[in-house]
């Protein structure tokens, strides 16, 4: 491994690294990544158009197979832009809190838009214009998973606003596919403002292990084909409580 870059910021600690080996697979990579060795992002530096993990090449399929046309995402939580630099082509807005990570994303991964709003991405969201965007994405962790503020009845309230008729939220959460109560609390509270919602997950090892989760709703059906949900399987939660922003 060779670092690249270190340090502390106000909301965790960043660390940019190369290495020959990434999951098991031997290559030549380059990794965001952030306190509890949390990988946010990898560049394959031989195949830089390579979108590296399963999650966003999901949500990518879920944005393209649904609105084969969409022109206008928000998206929330930056990375090193993988989606965004994918779909370049289309008109995004993204919210990051870190300056740092948008410095770093451009300085070592090569993101080169200038549509990076720093700040609350839930405040930005709020503030745009009713029936703005096809699709709301929230990518947002910190150390202790999705801020709350992201997952609420009234944020989900608020997109609902922000979205077409056709649009969607996808989220990319970190859970259990079985039993696991914030994943089932999310989904049923989003399901208190969508008439439809699908969730998803990527297999791991053991039932009780922490995977990635995807849940998506929309006021519209929502449609994928398995073949390409880069392994991400159709999941059925239980209901779960209510979430409100905390008073």
């Known amino acids: 491994m060779q670092l690249l870059f270190q340090q502390l910021t106000d909301n965790h600690e960043v660390t940019v690294y190369d290495t020959s080996e990434l999951y098991g697979e031997k290559g030549n990579f380059r990794v965001l990544q952030f306190s509890n060795n949390a990988i946010q992002g ?6 830089p158009e390579r979108v590296m993990f399963e999650y966003p090449r999901a949500i990518i399929h879920l944005m393209e197979f649904n609105d084969p046309s969409f022109k206008d995402v928000f998206l929330i939580g ?21 300056p740092t990570v948008v410095e ?50 009234e944020f989900f309230r608020i997109t609902t606003d922000k979205l077409h008729s056709h649009g969607a939220i996808i989220l990319n959460l970190m859970g259990r596919a079985d ?13 208190e ?13 053991g039932m009780t292990d922490i995977q990635n989760i995807i849940i998506v709703g929309s006021q519209e059906p929502i449609q994928f084909q398995a073949r390409n949900m880069a392994g991400f399987h159709e999941i059925n939660l239980e209901k779960g409580h209510i979430i409100w922003d905390k008073v």
């Not at 990898?42 to 195949?47: F, G, Q, S």
């Not at 990375?79 to 809190?97: D, N, Q």
């Not at 039993?179 to 399901?191: E, M, P």
């Open 179 to 191: 039993n696991d109560n914030l994943i089932n609390a999310i989904h049923s509270t989003l399901r």
């Open 78 to 98: 930056h990375g090193i832009g993988t989606i965004a630099s994918y779909c370049s082509e289309k008109r995004f807005k993204v919210a990051e809190l870190d």
């Open 104 to 153: 770093l994303s451009k300085r070592y991964f090569g993101y080169n838009k200038d549509n990076v709003l720093i700040g609350d991405g839930r405040y930005m969201v709020e503030h745009e214009e009713s029936d703005s965007f096809d699709y709301i994405v929230v990518d947002a962790f910190t150390d202790k998973g999705t801020p709350q503020q992201f997952i609420s009845k």
């Open 193 to 205: 403002e969508f008439n439809y919602s699908q969730a998803f997950a990527l297999p791991a090892d």
């Open 42 to 47: 990898a560049l394959d530096l031989d195949h």
